[in-house]
């Protein structure tokens, strides 16, 4: 279960009643470039106070007897890149695992992600290191996995519309060899499943509004000019 929020009691409790919830990690988010949660100095704004980050994570690790992870960017501004110091930090604090995405809070979505800060993390802590960020074939996987010598990947927008992503990059990681393109037929089939189970899970009207995007990822990796994707927007 992931956390956010910047009072370390706060964020303890929250970390005790997932745990007793049922989770079995807690990954504390330190990487949200959004306005919203950095107004409430949560997310990837913390990354500019290294002592605020310290007692959160000291209070969440302190807290619950599961693994506790980390997510960060590699700073808050190009200028201001300390996902090293923010790493040993981590570390000393008990975190289990880091993630680091290849931007800063400053740079938000925009650019290409660099790889070059987290290989250096990587260098300078023993936990282990998650590389995130433009990930989008297999083919960029395996680069960045050498790269930086991470110890896993985590893919995000990359899956959005193709969910199969993970198998694919698997596949080419145990094998060298790439898979053929998933049948349309496939694709089709799996996105009335998730539509379905989208219904079920949240009901019929927020179900809808959730489903309307995905149907919009889905069509503009594999059909981008389908007039369906224009009337599910409309509606």
Known sequence: MQIAGSDPEEMAGAARINVESGAQIIDIN??????????????????QYP????AILNAVVKAVDVPV??????????EHRNCVEIAKLAEDCGIQALTIHGR?????????????????????????????????????ARAVLD???ADALMIG?????????????QHY???????????????????CTHIRELHDFYGQ?????????????????HAPNDPVSAHIQRH
């Open 69 to 78: 992870t980390l997510k960060i960017r590699t700073g808050w501004a190009p």
């Open 51 to 54: 002592d605020q980050v310290n």
């Open 157 to 169: 927008r990359a899956a959005q519309g193709r969910p199969w992503i993970f198998r694919e990059i």
């Open 30 to 47: 330190m990487g949200c470039p959004a306005k919203k949660v950095n107004r409430k100095l949560a997310g990837s704004a913390l990354l």
């Open 104 to 140: 800063t809070r400053a740079c938000l979505f925009n650019g290409d992600a660099e790889y070059d800060s987290i290989r250096v993390v990587k260098q300078n802590v023993s936990i282990p290191i998650i590389a995130n960020g433009d990930i989008t074939d297999p083919l960029k």
């Open 173 to 191: 990681l145990d094998t060298g060899e790439l898979l053929p393109p998933l049948p349309l037929a496939e694709v089709k089939r799996l996105l």
């Open 147 to 149: 790269y930086t010598g």
């Open 205 to 221: 009207a927020k179900g809808y509004r959730i489903a309307r995007k995905h149907v919009s990822w889905y069509l503009q990796e």
